[in-house]
């Protein structure tokens, strides 16, 4: 039964305002397999399956479920179909219980009235969690769970529905390790029974272990399905890549200039007792799992968040962490290209133009009065500058791809006269062709002499920019690697950023004992 | 030809929705488009667009102020106690009759923008509870009593004529022209679209949310109670209940206007159209002799085809948009 076809799908496509999310994926998914997509963030993976389970539309091509045509109308009907999803992002009802979550839109019910039968309900709900060996009360209320014990308990309600095929979109991004063997029990017993999973991951490890066949997606499109047993890790990587390192980043290393920010002992809600320094014409990369810390360091630093211990210094000066805000920061030279573009780096209803202008506003009218010309000139400019395809600066924002609205975001702060960048995940969701454009900028601001962070989960990106890497874990620096060691790759930042560097041997020890470069000597400390 | 076509398509379904209701009562209302009747209409939306000014902020900044009845209220109440106190007011009475209806609208501004801005209580329970708090107070100064008979020199900032048109219009154009200016040509009139459609991102750009917000609900509050005197001095009647509804009116013209609760879309200059056409549909119908129970039902009947006709042409361009991206960015 192993070969048999449950689902096969031909020619799907799907795009969104700006994008091509999926573009002429043609793929099948076998009984009772463990079917793994893998690719970059933004390669279409959650789109894709998103469309099995009835949540999106397709726009182009059909999809067969066991030979007949199937398309679902929506997520009720996709589980009526045997499809369900566990999902990348929890959408359970936090105000609700556990058990009304697991069972909501088919609460079991007595009498003549139809009443939900609170008690059997309940008594369902811990008979499915204690099969899955989940210590949970149904009674709990959902907000008072963790996010891991959430996701355990989507996967209860997934499995609670005669599956034949289960999709999980990234489940194991918030779990524990006890939690994600856990899972995998579950998976293979499942798998026993016939049902057929899908399985998205970024985790390689957890590839090896469950999957039966691995499919890459790169840039919304199908590179390829292999089997697990036979295939190399590397060939999975460039599969997904689709390029080597050096030809897309073009980093031109110079040697850093003064110091630009440097943290002491700095702690906030997340992060503790972070030490960490930055100089002039320095691209410095932070790695790490989601979670680990980094977008809340540098918004302390930024003072969109309060610190709450520890110091700041910029360019020698130490910041006032107590009167500390976005506003001032600016003023004192920094730039933050936030991590989530569409809430916190844009304003989506506003044109171009309007968005260009808002962060140097202070600069540009400092009695308050708006002259129009002085902001067409300065839209124009960024425009010109970053190579925004539009027709027109009136153009409204949330027309734009990806791409160019991360462009309009980063015009906005080339137009203030900032000295320290920051960029949050600042590919993220971005087409090839912008990456490497915005690689260009971040290249030729550290090479003006500006003091560049960058915060990725693309570790590629980080090994093709930085100068060095500081890699956090639970919200601590668990290392720092320069771009000229010999352990400057994917293998030992992952290690850091997973296990704080334990488990792995260095390489080259020699290399990593010499240890990172400190800024240039002069005027640093002259000036604090 | 095509160029034509084009600038067509560009004017917003709102225009074509007044364009109908305008035609429908040249044709069935008799006398709508004398010079007499527009002066009318004129006068009866003056009061309304400038209340609806503070409404418009509110709204492009993601929240809502719907203490303004009370507030009006308040404020009027407060500035017809004190200008009764003389037989015979000079102007400088008079401007300070103004500036104690202003100074109590500042005052309940301030609270609501204090709360809602800075210590981040819920706009619509603040507002809600200083708008019952300005109508009780409004009721408590006078034993709930209304009072009349204005003195004559205090009646003329809103009761006459200044070059053939009635002067209330000319104090809400100067009032307007102000609003207009800060809100398009200054940075903090920027600020409020800036807030109203991302505040994190406003936050990250600089901006201080906490202080536009305060300005805001001030803003609202001086219009509302400059409004309130305003209403006194035109209907040369203060009473406690006065300007009940008021707020109502002014979220309608807002929004008909063109401004979306949203946040951060939409402005003054729709504003101006949604209050004319809110005056011009109880003008028209009143004309054409509909019983007052009636209007009621036809302002409603219209507001609904106004608004139903906008969201469609919205939505026909919203497509068209999408469209011409997908064309320029292939995978």
Known sequence: MQNEILLEMKNIRKEFPGVVAVNDVSMDIRKGEVHIIIGENGAGKSTLVKMMAGLYKIDGGVMLLEGQEYKPANVLDAQRQGVNIIHQELSMMQNRTVAQNVFVGREPVMGPLRMVDNKKMNRQCRELLEGLGIDIKPTTMVKDLSIAQQQMVEVAKAISTENKLLIMDEPTSSLTQKEIDNLFRITRQLKSQGTSIIYISHRMQELMEIGDRITVMRDGCYVGTRDADDIEMSELITMMVGRTIENVYNRTYNEPGKEMLRTEKLTGLRFRNVDIHVCQGEIVGFAGLVGAGRTELVKAIFGFDQAEGGKVFLEGKEINLSNHSCNRAIQKGMAMISENRKTEGLFINMSIKDNIVQACMFDKFPNGIVKNDVIKETAEQGVKELKVATTSIEKKVFNLSGGNQQKVVIAKWLATNSKLFIFDEPTRGIDVGAKSEIYGIMNDLAKNGAAVIMISSDLLELLGLADRVYVMKDGEISGEVSHEENVFTQEYILSLGIEGGKAVEHKSPSAAESGPKDCQKGGNHAAG | ?331
Request: proline letters at 2%; one cysteine or more; charged letters at 10%.
């Open chain 2, 1 to 331: 030809m095509q160029q034509v076509k084009e600038k067509l398509k560009n004017i917003p379904g709102l225009i074509w929705g007044v364009l109908v209701i305008i035609l429908v009562f040249i044709f069935f209302a008799k006398g709508f488009t004398k010079y007499q009747n527009i002066l009318n209409i004129l006068s009866n939306t003056a009061i309304l667009l400038i209340i609806s000014c503070g409404m418009t902020m509110a709204i492009l900044s993601k929240e809502i102020d719907i203490s303004i009845g009370g507030v009006m209220s308040f404020a009027g109440l407060g500035g017809a106690l004190f200008i009764t106190r003389f037989e015979n007011p000079g102007i400088p009475a008079i401007i300070l009759t103004f500036a104690i209806g202003t100074g109590i609208g500042l005052c309940f501004g301030l609270f609501n923008g204090v709360l809602i801005g800075k210590y981040k209580y819920n706009y619509w329970l603040i507002t809600f509870a200083t708008m019952s708090i300005g109508y009780g107070a409004a009721q408590v100064i006078n034993g709930g009593n209304v009072v009349s008979g204005f003195p004559k020199a205090f009646r003329n900032v809103a009761d006459s004529k200044f070059l053939g048109i009635p002067t209330v219009v000319w104090v809400a154009l100067v009032i307007v022209m102000i609003m207009l200016f800060i809100t398009y040509k200054t940075r903090f009139g920027m600020h409020i679209y800036a807030v109203g459609d991302s505040e994190q991102c406003a936050s990250q750009s600089g901006i201080n949310v906490k202080k536009t917000r305060i300005l805001i609900y001030m803003l609202a509050g001086m219009l509302s109670g400059f409004g309130g005197v305003l209403l006194v001095a035109k209907t040369n009647s203060a009473g406690p209940v006065a300007a009940s509804g008021y707020e109502w009116n002014a979220i309608a013209a807002t929004i008909i206007g063109g401004t979306s609760f949203e946040g951060g879309k939409g402005g003054l200059a729709g504003t101006i159209i949604g209050a004319l056409v809110m005056s011009m549909i109880i003008n028209g119908l009143q004309l054409m002799g509909f019983s007052n129970y009636w209007q009621q039902v036809y302002k409603g009947a219209f507001i609904l085809l106004i608004i139903v006709v906008d969201v469609i042409s919205r939505r026909k361009k919203k497509k068209a948009a999408l469209r011409r991206v997908y064309k320029y960015d292939e995978c």
